[in-house]
């Protein structure tokens, strides 16, 4: 089946640094969508993305969808603790919410 | 806090048995989602309803049942339990199927000893 590889699998950053991360595939996506996961807690939806070579923010948040269907990014400026947590990728080929396929997350941890 | 509320959080059981958790989904949402989540094998999807029908199915162990109720609360039971079956397991939500917003509970651990 789909396999998102998304990387890196655990980043140790200041706070106050730009933390990039990326996930990409060998299948193309119509739909790619960024999760945060907080210790104990189920994951949420950071931002979501329909169309290729699009660019959307969340606040400090920004991620793009690949121009080639086959990748997107997640980028956060000026890091501060409470943006600690596991960040998954996630990418549907049908548009849709079935078989959403996650990637395996990229561990943050920002130290003050 | 997403809206969608899932019992019990944590669970210990013995290999051999049975389990029921249970998810209400966020009010609204006809849409169900059942993921496993393990260490090394991030969110697994097991299986997704739609206003009361079976939609798609993902990696769902045979051992693995589910349904969604009139009222749109769904259950997944694990019966015949093995050490593997330990995990974090989560219900999540959406108004329909067209777009992977889905809304997450704050899962159900289950323990197997």
């Known amino acids: 089946g789909q396999q998102l590889n998304q990387s890196p699998q655990s980043m140790f950053i200041q706070e106050g640094e730009d933390v990039s991360m990326n996930c990409t595939s060998s299948s193309i996506f119509n739909t790619w969508l960024w999760y945060k996961q907080d210790p104990g807690e189920g994951p949420v939806l950071l931002i979501a993305l329909y169309k290729a070579g699009e660019l959307t923010s969340n606040g400090r948040l920004t991620a793009q969808f690949g121009i080639t269907r086959k990748d997107s990014f997640l980028n956060i400026s000026a890091s501060i603790p409470s943006d600690v947590g596991i960040y998954f990728c996630?990418?549907?080929?049908?548009?849709?919410?079935?078989?959403?396929?996650f990637g395996k997350g990229t561990k943050l941890t920002v130290n003050p | 806090d997403s809206g969608v509320t899932q019992t019990p959080k944590h669970l210990i059981t013995a290999t051999g048995q049975r389990v029921t958790l249970r998810c209400s989904p966020r009010s609204g949402d006809l849409s169900v989602y059942w993921y496993q989540q393990s260490l090394d094998q991030g969110l697994q999807f097991l299986i997704q309803y739609y206003n009361g029908e079976e939609r798609a199915k993902g990696n769902i162990l045979e051992r693995f049942s589910a349904q969604q109720f009139p009222d749109l609360h769904s259950e997944l039971n694990l019966s015949s339990l093995e050490l593997g079956d330990s995990a974090l397991y989560f219900c999540?939500?959406?108004?329909?199927?067209?777009?992977?917003?889905?809304?997450f509970g704050e899962g159900s651990r289950l323990t197997v000893l």
């Open positions: 999540a939500s959406s108004v329909g199927t067209i777009t992977g917003e889905l809304f």
């Open positions: 996630a990418g549907s080929t049908q548009g849709g919410s079935e078989k959403l396929v």
